[in-house]
């Protein structure tokens, strides 16, 4: 099943950084993109000497140009499969339930999420294709959603969603009524579930909090893990 596909605890931690390295894909994407341009437009150019037979430019030193851009594309690539290597979800053991209606957000899913909850289907985690095969009636969404299905156990999905698959929700949703604990919390760079603990709540008696309190906090903290937290 799904738990089969994940790992390491040591890279649910490096998804702290997942803006960051999300900004470094899309860099490191972009170079590969425009040095591929720029090699096929070398490469144009000596077809097109090739067949003129003219010595209008230096072919060597051009050659050697190729060559050189060329092993930084490679040394690009490797260096982009590593870091998506480091946000796939196949590399960590704990992760957390996503709705169903989040996995299915769009207006066009709406019935379909509803009849999917009515038989019990409230997490992605509980899909499989004979699921979506059997009550999913309409061809194209069917076809839409195990598309989807799949792409997310190859741990494909949007940024949202996998923050959500390895972080939890929001403190700000899940604590939305305690806005003095979230910018407490947000000072700290806590601003997910997993990121958060007991140790962490009882040191909000340092801001104020009575005992009582915290224990509140705690249990919310509790109650949401235990129903959202596989392992």
Known sequence: MISSIFKSKKVAEAEKDQKNLEKEIKRLSLEIIKKDGFLKCKNDLIISKEKAGKKVYDWEKMGDELKKYHEENLVLKKELEKINEILSINCIEN???????????????????????????????????????????????????????????????????????????????????????????????ICYMDELNHDILNRLVESGYSQEEIEVLKDIYDDYEKKYLVK
């Open 95 to 189: 992760h957390y339930l996503i709705k169903i209606e989040k996995f299915l957000s769009e207006a066009r899913f709406i019935e379909i999420v509803n009849n999917l909850k009515l038989n019990g289907v409230m997490y992605v985690q509980c899909l499989n294709n004979y699921i979506i095969e059997n009550l999913v009636e309409d061809e194209k969404l069917k076809n839409e959603i195990i598309k989807r299905y799949e792409n997310f156990l190859n741990g494909i999905m949007n940024w949202e969603l996998k923050t959500n698959l390895l972080k939890g929700e929001k403190i700000t949703k899940i604590y939305s009524k305690y806005r003095k604990v979230i910018n407490i919390l947000n000072e700290k760079t």
